[in-house]
């Protein structure tokens, strides 16, 4: 791959990560927790996003993200809106 294609597809992958950030971070679900908190699941999302997973598999990748890795109970969380407005962000890029 030469280095400008892979500079330009970095800077790309940098931006559609800071907007799923963006995302992310408006759900409030650690008030006043650092930006940067759920960057893993902003990379996961962002990595399944690009191989094109389907809804499903995203919101089953939420809601386990959220519930085994962050302690969020079931009730806590809505992983299905999750998943709708990360998809509908996604589908008009």
């Known amino acids: 791959m030469q280095l400008g294609m892979k500079s330009r597809l970095n800077k790309e992958y940098k931006h559609r990560l800071d907007e799923l950030r963006i995302i992310v971070n408006s759900w409030n679900l650690i008030p006043d927790s650092p930006i940067d908190e759920f960057d893993s699941i902003n990379h996961l999302l962002l990595s399944q996003l690009y ?3 389907d809804e499903f598999k995203i ?3 939420i809601h386990f993200e959220l519930t085994n890795n962050y ?8 992983a299905q809106e999750m998943t709708t ?4 962000w996604w589908n008009n890029l």
């Open 51 to 53: 191989k094109g997973t």
């Open 59 to 61: 919101r089953q990748l």
């Open 71 to 78: 302690g969020f109970s079931s009730h806590q969380i809505n």
């Open 85 to 88: 407005e990360v998809v509908n």
